[in-house]
Protein backbone atom coordinates (compact mmCIF):
# COMPACT_ATOMS: atom_id res chain seq x y z
CA UNK A 1 0.00 0.00 0.00
CA UNK A 2 1.46 3.33 -0.89
CA UNK A 3 1.83 6.05 1.73
CA UNK A 4 0.38 8.87 -0.45
CA UNK A 5 -3.37 10.12 -0.29
CA UNK A 6 -5.10 10.45 -3.18
CA UNK A 7 -6.26 13.72 -4.68
CA UNK A 8 -9.78 12.84 -4.26
CA UNK A 9 -9.14 12.24 -1.07
CA UNK A 10 -7.72 15.76 -0.04
CA UNK A 11 -10.60 17.21 -2.26
CA UNK A 12 -13.33 15.39 -0.38
CA UNK A 13 -11.33 16.71 3.05
CA UNK A 14 -11.22 20.22 2.15
CA UNK A 15 -14.79 20.07 1.08
CA UNK A 16 -16.19 17.95 4.27
CA UNK A 17 -13.84 18.69 7.35
CA UNK A 18 -14.90 21.24 9.02
CA UNK A 19 -12.52 24.24 11.71
CA UNK A 20 -12.77 22.65 14.80
CA UNK A 21 -15.84 24.12 16.42
CA UNK A 22 -16.39 22.86 20.16
CA UNK A 23 -20.54 23.49 19.64
CA UNK A 24 -20.13 20.62 17.63
CA UNK A 25 -18.62 18.07 19.94
CA UNK A 26 -20.11 16.29 23.07
CA UNK A 27 -19.77 17.80 26.04
CA UNK A 28 -17.66 15.36 27.88
CA UNK A 29 -15.13 16.47 25.18
CA UNK A 30 -15.26 20.52 24.83
CA UNK A 31 -11.68 20.40 27.30
CA UNK A 32 -9.99 18.12 24.72
CA UNK A 33 -9.94 19.93 21.40
CA UNK A 34 -8.24 17.24 19.36
CA UNK A 35 -10.32 14.33 20.63
CA UNK A 36 -13.88 16.78 20.14
CA UNK A 37 -12.59 17.35 16.78
CA UNK A 38 -11.51 14.29 15.39
CA UNK A 39 -14.95 12.66 16.96
CA UNK A 40 -16.46 15.14 14.82
CA UNK A 41 -14.56 14.36 12.06
CA UNK A 42 -14.87 11.10 11.80
CA UNK A 43 -18.80 11.10 12.51
CA UNK A 44 -18.65 13.62 9.28
CA UNK A 45 -17.10 11.18 7.34
CA UNK A 46 -19.14 7.87 8.28
CA UNK A 47 -22.59 10.62 7.07
CA UNK A 48 -20.79 10.75 4.09
CA UNK A 49 -19.91 7.41 3.22
CA UNK A 50 -23.69 6.65 4.04
CA UNK A 51 -24.96 8.99 1.54
CA UNK A 52 -22.49 7.76 -1.32
CA UNK A 53 -23.57 4.27 -0.56
CA UNK A 54 -27.28 5.24 -0.74
CA UNK A 55 -26.74 6.95 -3.86
CA UNK A 56 -24.82 3.97 -5.53
CA UNK A 57 -27.57 1.61 -3.92
CA UNK A 58 -30.40 3.83 -5.87
CA UNK A 59 -28.67 3.24 -9.24
CA UNK A 60 -29.06 -0.69 -8.74
Given at each position: ?47 L ?12
Open positions: MQNEIPFVVQNLYTDYVTEPNPQFWPEHLKHDPVQGHALWAFYQGLRGVQLTDACLEKL
